[in-house]
């Protein structure tokens, strides 16, 4: 039986999602609890590999699993073992899906969230949670901006260089940028996303609210096709996936 699962992990002392050499990852819990629970090594794969420092609200993934538990129970048993392990990930949901779904391939859109507290004290209880940048930052300013990036776009200046995608052209549906108290939350949208795309598109808002680019300059910088044309890669630590869309 192939089963979706719908994760939450905090990813400050995890690698990302792939499994990794050098350290953990949410991959590797999840493989290892999955091995407790039936004495070999199961598969899975997720809708998005998030980075090292990156969080999930919402992380969805598939497994084959051959097991007469109800999905509940499933769901349990996998949080058991990873209590266990002091493994910083949660299973929100198990569900029997078809045998065609892909995590990956089947789903329709990702949305990611990024969260900036802006403010000039830090904040012990959200560190490695947000990005605090203590100067203010021009919220109409940086929403401005963020119109230019809204579409259909060769997305080039804002693509890490180790990219794998075949295609810098990716479509971007949602990029609104809301103020909660003390955070600046940015909410994107789109099928898929580039290596780092939400994380350099956020560290060049950053600058046009900081004053140091004007925001009609996100459209030169689109059209530049060059990442040395965009700001700083922001922090792993204020993002989130979100949501998958299926």
């Not at 690698?15 to 953990?24: E, M, N, V």
């Not at 420092?53 to 990873?82: C, Y």
Request: hydrophobic letters at 40%; glycine letters at 6%.
């Amino acid at each position: 039986m192939r089963y979706k699962l719908t994760l939450e992990y905090d990813g400050t002392n995890i690698l990302g999602w792939q499994r990794q050499l050098d350290g953990p990852s949410v991959q590797e819990y999840l493989e290892t609890v999955l091995e407790r629970l039936s004495g070999k090594h199961t598969e899975i794969a997720a809708a998005g590999r998030t980075d090292a420092g990156v969080h999930a609200l919402a992380q969805a993934a598939h497994m084959d699993f051959d097991t007469s538990m109800e999905p509940w129970k499933i769901r349990e048993a996998l949080n058991a073992h990873l209590r266990q392990l002091e493994a910083p990930v949660d299973v929100l949901s198990v569900e029997p899906v078809s045998g065609d779904f892909h995590a990956r391939f089947s789903a329709k859109g990702r949305g990611y969230i990024y969260r900036i507290l802006n403010r000039r004290a830090p904040s012990v209880l959200r560190r490695n949670r947000v990005w605090w940048v203590p100067v203010p930052l021009d919220v109409a300013a940086m929403r401005a901006g963020s119109r230019y990036l809204i579409g259909h776009h060769d997305f080039t200046s804002f693509r890490a260089a180790a990219c794998q995608a075949k295609s810098p052209v990716k479509t971007l549906d949602k990029l609104d940028i809301e103020t909660v108290d003390d955070e600046i939350v940015f909410m994107v949208e789109a099928r898929s996303f580039l290596h780092h795309q939400v994380r350099n598109m956020v560290g060049t808002l950053k600058l046009v609210g900081e004053h140091k680019l004007r925001p009609e300059d996100i459209k030169n910088i689109l059209e530049a096709k060059n990442r040395s044309a965009a700001g700083a890669t922001a922090p792993a630590c204020g993002l989130y996936l979100s949501k998958v869309i299926y």
